[in-house]
């Protein structure tokens, strides 16, 4: 950033003020902002000087163009004024030469700079002047050369001119847990569209199944064919039952495999929606420079990643994509029956516990010494609630099972199309 916007950001630090303060009041900088209404016109054209009285000027924005012209200079100089702002806060004018210099800073409050070079000379009204005439140096500056993008912003753009949301009309984000959608989308791609996944040294991608939805993960290797297991989700705050339910849990490494090709679905700040060619659903979070989307895709079939990589999910899960239409409501309405008899099954036992602590708050006890053994009781009382209540957990198994084999049976189908496509359009044989 020049120094002159630096130092316009920085007026209200008293930088105007330091140079100017102490002594007679006068119609500098500082005083400038305090002036009545008619002698602040005086500013608009008049003599200046710096404070050390070594540059000396006349500065007329009586009229439109402004001009200005210094002592010892034949010239009269054209100047244009453009705006500083701060965060979206105006602070200031700066008034530009017709070749791109910079020649004074007018503050929002009333403070005039001298720009030469890397100085910034605060200016004094000496005396009243004429309006100077035609100038002899005229036109407008050229415009300030376009800001170079960051990394960031260079891939945003990238990947959004990739995105199906952006290149297809009729779709959007909600879309991408949609099976038939996405094969809409694969038939309707063109050949730049296609990309393939990047691990990068640390991948920063995520499985998941619905946009915007984070699932819950495990440092523990999934014993279910599945891929995921069920959690039993247990929150007590405050001596209360705040949240309780069944929820799946997936490996906490679940980025797709190197080269897994698939289309850009949508793009935030931070995080590209990627949609493999099976209907995978993956967070990728560009912006900490860890994995990437890459235009292209392997031209060998067989060498394409398998599909179904992961395909895990619970009953947090099967309500969204029921409604959407993806897997029958019979299925979702199974699974929330199971979830309130597993709820029920907790809440029932909790009682017990309830009544436990409150024994221990009518003891006369210390009050560390009361924390630890609630401590102990919750702890023992949760091990034995999912002990007890497993059997409701249990039943579980059978409608995610029956939906997750509906979604994979969908996506082995949409895997086809998307590879037919690949083929259509000679990305691949």
Not at 88 to 110: H, I, Q, W
Not at 178 to 207: C, N, Q, S, W
Not at 251 to 262: D, I, L, M, Q, R
Not at 413 to 422: D, G, I, N, V
Request: charged share 25%; hydrophobic share 40%.
């Amino acid at each position: 950033m020049q120094r002159w916007m630096v130092l316009g950001l920085g007026l209200g630090l008293g930088v105007l003020g330091a140079a100017c303060g102490g002594g007679e009041e006068g119609p500098g900088p500082k005083h400038a902002s305090s002036v009545a209404k008619a002698e602040r016109a005086d500013w608009m054209l008049g003599r200046f000087s710096t404070l050390d009285g070594m540059v000396r000027m006349t500065i007329d924005r009586s009229a439109s163009p402004a001009k200005m012209k210094l002592d010892g200079s034949n010239d009269i100089v054209e100047i244009t004024p453009s705006e500083v702002r701060n965060r979206g806060e105006l602070e200031g004018y700066v008034f530009k030469a017709p070749d791109g210099t910079p020649m004074l800073f007018a503050s929002t409050s009333g403070g005039l700079l001298y720009l030469r070079g890397r100085d910034e000379l605060p200016l004094q009204r000496d005396a009243d002047a004429k309006p100077l005439g035609k100038a002899t140096v005229a036109g407008t500056p050229p415009p300030p050369p376009e800001r170079e993008k960051s990394a960031g912003e260079l891939a945003f753009a990238r990947l959004e001119g990739l995105s199906v949301t952006k290149r297809l009309k009729g779709f959007s984000q909600a879309d991408a847990i949609d099976t038939e959608r996405i094969a809409a989308a694969f038939a309707a791609a063109e050949k730049d569209m296609f990309v393939h996944f990047v691990l990068g040294t640390t991948p920063t991608a995520e499985y998941t199944v619905i946009p915007e939805h984070t699932l819950l993960t495990t440092s523990e290797p999934p014993k279910s064919r599945r891929g995921g297991e069920l959690g039993e989700i247990i929150s007590i705050e405050r001596d209360e039952l705040r949240a309780w339910g069944l929820q799946v849990l997936v490996p906490a490494k679940s980025a797709p495999a190197e080269g897994t090709p698939g289309l850009v679905w949508s793009v935030t700040s931070s995080r590209a929606l990627f949609v493999t060619a099976d209907g995978g659903l993956y967070a990728v979070n560009w912006w900490s420079g860890g994995s990437d989307l890459v235009a292209g895709v392997e031209p060998s079939l067989a060498r394409w990643p398998a599909p179904l990589q992961h395909t895990a999910f619970g009953p947090g899960e099967v309500g969204p994509l029921a409604d959407a239409g993806v897997l029958p409501k019979a299925l979702a309405t199974q699974a929330e029956a199971v979830q309130t008899k597993w709820r029920t099954c907790v809440s029932t036992s909790f009682d017990g516990l309830k009544k436990d602590l409150k024994a221990l708050d009518a003891e006369n006890i210390q009050w560390s010494a009361r924390e630890a053994r609630k401590k102990d009781a919750r702890e023992k009382w949760v091990a034995r609630a999912k002990t007890s209540c497993q059997a409701a957990k249990a039943e579980m198994n059978a409608p995610i099972d029956s939906a997750v084999e509906a979604r994979n049976k969908a996506r082995l189908a949409l895997y086809e199309k998307a590879k037919a496509r690949a083929v259509a359009l000679g990305l691949a044989k």
